[in-house]
């Protein structure tokens, strides 16, 4: 699916975080480290650099890894859609 202006996007994944004690839901994204046209994705771009790592999974024993983190140091970068 095109990005905004039609830009071609990374492959990611858009996950939407629901739990008790959350008014509403939470939608995030997820790339992965290992995908070069991370760093041409139009949305990725938007997200100051220091705060992009809490959306890319890290590739390591053949799996992807990544921490939702809903609030502190490295709280994930939430979208609102």
């Known amino acids: 699916m095109p990005g905004p202006d039609n830009e071609v996007q990374a492959p990611h994944l858009v996950v939407g975080v629901f739990a008790r004690g ?16 991370n760093v041409e994705d139009p949305i990725l771009r938007r997200v100051p650099v220091v705060r992009r790592p809490t959306l890319i999974a890290e ?15 490295r709280e994930t970068v939430f979208f609102d859609v």
Request: net charge negative; charged share 30%.
């Open 22 to 37: 959350l008014l509403t839901r939470l939608v995030t994204r997820i790339y992965f480290s290992d995908e070069a046209a």
């Open 59 to 73: 590739h390591r024993d053949e799996r992807y890894h990544l921490d939702i983190v809903l609030q502190g140091e």
